[in-house]
């Protein structure tokens, strides 16, 4: 009996922070940001990963509370440490901007959630990925390529224009510009000026 009124109270839990999390949202796209962020917080105390990311958007972009990145990041980081594939992302992207170079310990548990968040599909930790193992201190060729690529596949044109740059030179693949040529078109056919750029 204890153990069922133990499952009755978690679902009762999960149901209302989906339930805080859902009017968060109508509340946000309604215009009315101070409520949208009181019902993604209640919902982010109880632990919902959902919410947790929407207050730390809330803390990132200023709607309905005050412009925070340092709390934008501890709600990212509790949404994360929860598998939440776009908090892995933003994450990611604050510890790599807003850590000192010399802190090796963070810069590599921003690097396990950018690869986290890239395997779950997010387009945005494919493309950053790339271009960090491409441009780092140790260039990782391949391993870049193999991210540009999926972010490539999957219509972000500014990594179609890398993998044709990596073509181009040769990097993290054998030279090819005839291929490099054909990710130039696709990059430009897609809005790059980048790519046309290059095409010229």
Same mark, same amino acid.
């Given at each position: 009996?204890?153990?069922?009124?133990?499952? @009755?109270?978690?679902?009762?839990?999960?149901?209302?922070?989906?339930?805080?999390?859902?009017?968060?949202?109508?509340?946000?796209?309604?215009? /009315?940001? =101070?409520?949208?962020?009181?019902?993604?917080?209640?919902?982010?105390?109880?632990?919902?990963? &959902?919410?947790?990311?929407?207050?730390?958007?809330?803390?990132?972009? =200023? #709607?309905?509370?005050?412009? +925070?990145?340092? &709390?934008?990041?501890?709600?990212?980081?509790?949404?994360?440490?929860?598998?939440?594939?776009?908090?892995?992302?933003?994450?990611?992207?604050?510890?790599?901007? /807003?850590?000192?170079?010399?802190?090796? /310990?963070?810069?590599?548990?921003?690097?396990?959630?950018?690869?986290?968040?890239?395997?779950?599909?997010?387009?945005?930790?494919?493309?950053? @990925?790339?271009?960090?193992?491409?441009?780092? @201190?140790?260039? &990782?060729?391949?391993?870049?390529? &193999?991210?540009? @690529?999926?972010?490539?596949?999957?219509? +972000?044109?500014?990594?179609?224009?890398?993998?044709?740059?990596?073509?181009?030179? =040769?990097?993290?693949?054998?030279?090819?510009?005839?291929?490099?040529? #054909?990710?130039?078109?696709?990059?430009?056919?897609?809005?790059?000026?980048?790519? #046309?750029?290059?095409?010229?």
């Amino acid at each position: 009996l204890e153990e069922a009124a133990f499952q @009755l109270q978690q679902i009762f839990r999960i149901d209302i922070s989906i339930a805080l999390n859902i009017l968060g949202i109508e509340s946000m796209r309604a215009g /009315h940001h =101070g409520i949208a962020y009181t019902c993604f917080k209640l919902a982010a105390d109880r632990g919902y990963s &959902k919410a947790q990311f929407n207050v730390g958007l809330c803390y990132e972009h =200023g #709607r309905g509370t005050e412009k +925070d990145l340092e &709390k934008a990041a501890f709600y990212y980081w509790h949404a994360a440490s929860s598998r939440h594939p776009m908090a892995q992302y933003r994450y990611a992207r604050y510890l790599l901007c /807003h850590t000192p170079g010399n802190n090796w /310990h963070r810069h590599q548990q921003a690097v396990t959630f950018l690869e986290q968040a890239a395997v779950a599909g997010i387009t945005e930790a494919q493309a950053y @990925l790339g271009v960090f193992y491409l441009r780092g @201190l140790q260039p &990782k060729e391949e391993r870049g390529l &193999k991210y540009l @690529l999926l972010a490539a596949q999957s219509g +972000d044109a500014q990594s179609r224009y890398h993998v044709g740059v990596c073509y181009e030179q =040769g990097l993290g693949v054998q030279q090819n510009l005839a291929e490099a040529m #054909r990710h130039y078109r696709q990059s430009a056919a897609a809005g790059n000026p980048s790519a #046309r750029q290059r095409l010229r």
